[in-house]
Structure formats: structure tokens, C-alpha cells
DNA sequence: GTGGTCTAGACCACC
DNA sequence: GTGGTCTAGACCACA
């Protein structure tokens, strides 16, 4: 089953995405290990060589490095996880305010919609 | 300049999410008209057929009516249009809680965030 | 316009009962001179044939009658006109029984429904 | 054998009547599966496109629900069943007065030929 | 020209 | 095999 790619951004670029995904969320935990490039490539549907780039690319950030012989390991440093939550988080709430904007909410409605969806958190989903 | 569909939701939903955008944010007006079903449909790429069943969609849900020779327009039903937008963003939120909790944020992390947020509203955005 | 038709009986008998129902509206009131077959074929759409058939018909059970220069009149008999529009009330009700009963509805309930149609004569279509 | 359609409306809303007939009168019963849409459509003799049509919308209704590999099925939900009968009676009973109406018979007459119709209800039909 | 309907034929995911 | 979606192309009524 191949993962879900637009054409918007680059391929590997979604890749590094969803990757940082799994390991701001722990289904990567620190210290383990990561699949081999070829079987990560399979996974995702994509060429080796685009799964190669994304994996680079968390080599420069810091998030997984690799040991010549043994594979790929996710960092253990508890503070560039740390980061990498922050940053992600803050993204995803970047895009959060862009979308209600667009929808004409205010800042403080925003607040007071966000605030009402923690005193009852699970609730009967309104078709959209 | 065909729009952008991914495989994982039917194409006439997207076009529905899409226009239903259109809508709340304004982009096409209360009581304005909609381009033709073919123009509409030439301009995302797709079959007019699948156009209309979105159309149809969007019909049905009272957000636009049609008038027969004259075209397609935007309802001018402002509770409509309320009831739209505020789907629209407990749709977004309820989004925004599910990426943020996958991150391992408890609800009351969110509201600060989303609270800071709103109180130094423009800043750095960090790469991600 | 031709008028419409269906395949389930002979279109000479679909013209009887649409002319038998115009008839006894009075859309054709007595006495008063029915177009000439021809015009009345153009009219329904079928062949001078059939709709002469269907006059013959009409002539048949008195509710018209020709005189051979002048054309084709209305009866003025009362009394024809009454048992017209009575066989024709029996036949609407026959059809409406066969329909609730096939509806599960029983003889009690439906005469309930209708009373209570009575009462509130004008009132909200719901789908069906 | 092809069923009968007219061209007053859409074929996939009679088709749509036809349908909620069979499960209104129980000729599907609730919980029972309908025939695939290509037998159907082969049935009707319309294009299985059609046929989809129209069960997508007696599935929006909440008539019938689909299970994705296994077939269509009625609801069980007994409220529906009562609301799509209440529905249709309302339906036909609208019809019966339009047309005795038009024979220029009051209400009253309309009940009370509705009575007598009730309290012998097994009588001679008379020719229409 | 507009929206609406219908057909024909294809492909997909699911099991 | 099932339902579901998409495309392509046609026809219609309306004004």
C-alpha cells in the first residue's frame, strides 16, 4: 500500500513529513531502528533514490543518524525531540489559523472554538 | 490550471470540500453566480459530469441553487452560510486535535499553545 | 405538446380518459363543440385513427354526439354527466383504496387519513 | 420485462418510486437484501448508471444501506419504514383530492364517497 | 447558451 | 462477484 502523495511539494519532502510524523508521535522510538532504505522505498511506493533524499534530509536535522553498517537509528536526544514537537506543532497551528482565518474567525473566536472543543472533547462530528 | 486531487477521497467530494472553501471564505459571494458546469469543469480538469454531481452535492446541502437557464448561485441564506462555516471549522479543529494529540499533547498543552499563539499572533515561523 | 402516454393500455382508451376527464371538469362544458378529429390528433400526438376511435367511444357511451356537418358535441344530458362524474369518482377511490391497502393500511385508518386531510385541507407537502 | 416509465420526470425518480412502493408494501422486507444494480437495472431495462442513481438516493433517505462487497440491504429501522408510509399515503391521498376536485366534488362529498366506500367495501365496479 | 438526464463502457477496492 | 467512481458523448427543455 503506498503512502498518499500530492504534487504540490516534492515527493521526498512529504516523505521527510510523514517520517517526522512518526517519530514526533513515537512510532518511531528513540533508539530504534529504521527499516532499510529499499524496504522504506517499497513501503511508500517510491523510487530508492527519493527515499534515500528524505532520509538525508533527517540526517541533517539531527533526528536519525546512521551507522555505516548497522542501519538507521532514531536519535535518542531527548532534546532535538523536544524541538521537533515544538516545530511541528507549531506548524500544524500556523495552518490551523490560516484556515479559520480564511473562514473570517477572529482570533478570539478561534481561541473560544478551540477552548469549547477541549471542555467537551468528544462530540458527535458535523458533516463538512 | 487543473486542480489538485489526491486518491485517497472521491473527486466530486473534493471538488465539494473545495467549493464549499469557496463559499465560506467568500471567494464567491452570497447571491453570486457560479461559472457554468463546463467552465467549472474544464477548469479543475475533470469530466463536466463529475462537476455536476458536486453541483448536485453542494444543491442539496442548500448551499447554492440553480435556475434552470440562468446558472447556478450562491444561496443568500445567511444561517446557511453560518451553518456552513461553523461545520467547516469543527471540521478543521477537530483536525487540528488529532494531529496534535498523535504528537502526545494533552488538551490543555493545545489551549496554551493555540492561546499563545493568539496573543503574539504574527512571529518566526520555524522550519518543519 | 403531444399529450402523454404510457404503454400499459391502448392509447385510444388513455384518450378516452383524458377526454372523459375533461368532460366531467368541464373543461369541455356541455353542449359546447369539441375540436374536429384532426386537431385533436395534432394535438395528442397520435394518428387521426386512434383518436376517431377513442370519439367513437366517447359516442358509444353518450357523453358526445356527432352531427355529421356540424361536428362533435358535448351531451347536455344531466343526468349522463352525473353518472360520469360519479364512475369516475369510483374508480378514484377504487385506485386510491388498492394503493394504502398495498400499503399495509387498513380500511379504518384510511378513511382516519382522509378525514384528517379535511380538516386541514392546505398543509405541507412531504417528500415521497 | 422491462418496467413501464413515462417522460414526465426522470426515470431514476420513478425508478426511485417504484422502489419505495416494493418497501413501503413489504415486497422487500426490512433486512432483506435487494438484487445487485446490474440485475436490477437489467430488470428495469436502464443503464446500471441509472439504477445507481436511484438507489444512492433511496440510500440517502436512509432506506437502504449498502455494504460494500455483500449487496444492498433494507433498513430495519421500523421509524423510517413508518415515515416512508406516512409519506406516501399523504402522497396518495394529495393525488385523490387534486383529482376529485377537478370532477368538482367538495370535501365533504370527497369523505363522504370515501365512507360508503368503507362500509361496503366489496361492491359492483362500475365501467369507467 | 444553461442545467439536467441518460447511456456506454471503463476502472477500482473489497472479500 | 459486489458497490462506487469517472469519463465520454449524447440528447432534452428552457428562454
Known sequence: MAWNFND??????QIVSTLKGNIASGAYPPGS??????DLAMEAG???NTMQRALAELERSGLVNSQRTAGRF???DAEALTRLRRSMSEQ???ELFARLRALGMSDAQILE???QRT???LNDRLEC
Open 113 to 115: 472554538a478551540v477552548r
Open 119 to 121: 471542555v467537551r472533547p
Open 8 to 13: 504540490n511539494a516534492p515527493i521526498y519532502l
Open 46 to 48: 517510491v523510487n530508492p
Open 92 to 94: 500544524i497551528i500556523s
Open 74 to 76: 532514531i536519535t535518542q
Open 33 to 38: 531502528r529504521l527499516p532499510s532504505v529499499r
